[in-house]
């Protein structure tokens, strides 16, 4: 039997070759394949390598509650004496405003800052010794906030959970912002009203 005009020895007209694309774009998907998915699409390999594992540790439930022992620190701090001393100038007697009750406050601060660092180590050592898949690094807590967040964000994505601590971290940062705020503006207040009779320097 003949060959039909035009056509080669080798091309089977029951099986015809793959149409290909324009020359400079991706080869067509062959059956059974996924269409590419274009060059403005990015996607996690490591997203959902860790299903359904337990991502709870007590390092972290221990870090969504520390700024509130921050809050303590306030309770030795007497701030309308501390405004007080820094604002006013009597010649030949100055008063110096750290006082005990401030060095306290700051003493408190500084020793929850070192907690946060601590227990996100804890909690990253943790998460790797449950098996979850590069977890958020644990250096990110030199900037406070930023480790508990990123640390849900990462665990959702290996686990698909993982995500109360954060919401209790943000509930948590909310009332120590408040309570904090409050404080300050009533010592505020307290101090103003003592201005008028405040000595000042001639």
Same mark, same amino acid.
Request: no cysteine; hydrophobic share 45%.
């Given at each position: ?8 020895? *080798? ?35 490591? !997203?959902?390598?860790?299903?359904? +594992? ?6 972290? *439930? ?5 700024? #509130? $022992?921050?809050?303590?620190?306030? =309770? ?10 820094? /604002?006013? %100038? ?7 405003? %750290? ?27 943790? #998460?790797?010794? !449950?098996?979850?898949? !590069? ?5 990110? =807590? &030199?900037? /406070?906030? $930023? ?7 990462? $665990? ?10 954060? *919401?209790? &971290?943000?509930? $948590? ?6 309570? =904090?705020?409050?404080? &300050?503006?009533? =010592? %505020?207040?307290? &101090? ?5 009779? #405040?000595?000042? +320097?001639?």
């Amino acid at each position: 039997m003949s060959d039909a005009p035009g056509q080669q020895p *080798w091309q089977n007209p029951q099986h015809p070759q793959q149409p290909q694309p324009p020359q400079g774009q991706q080869p067509y998907p062959q059956h059974g394949q996924q269409p590419y998915p274009g060059p403005g699409a990015r996607q996690d390999p490591l !997203k959902d390598t860790n299903p359904g +594992a337990s991502t709870s540790t007590p390092f972290v *439930w221990v870090l969504v509650v520390l700024p #509130l $022992v921050q809050l303590v620190g306030l =309770a030795f701090w007497d701030i309308p004496d501390y405004l007080e001393r820094a /604002t006013t %100038f009597t010649p030949g007697a100055y008063q110096s405003p %750290f006082t005990p009750g401030y060095l306290a406050y700051m003493g408190v601060a500084l020793l929850v800052y070192a907690l946060m660092v601590v227990f996100s180590w804890l909690d990253h050592r943790a #998460l790797v010794a !449950k098996g979850i898949v !590069k977890p958020f690094p644990w250096p990110w =807590a &030199f900037l /406070t906030i $930023v480790y508990v967040i990123g640390r849900s964000v990462v $665990v959702k994505r290996r686990t698909g959970g993982g995500l109360a601590p954060l *919401w209790l &971290f943000i509930a $948590v940062y909310l009332i120590t912002i408040v309570v =904090a705020f409050s404080v &300050f503006i009533s =010592a %505020f207040v307290e &101090f103003a009203q003592t201005m008028p009779s #405040l000595p000042t +320097a001639p």
